[in-house]
């Protein structure tokens, strides 16, 4: 998730919701979700 979150943002725009999704999933694998 770490290497797809910027591509996102590029690809889709920071606010679209499969990039989100993959912000989410990023925080949530390494630990940081709250």
Avoid at 14 to 34: I, V
């Amino acid at each position: 998730y770490a290497a797809l979150v910027p591509v996102r943002e590029r690809v889709s725009g920071s606010e679209h919701p499969d990039t989100l999704r993959a912000r989410a999933n990023l925080a949530y694998w390494s630990g940081q979700a709250k």
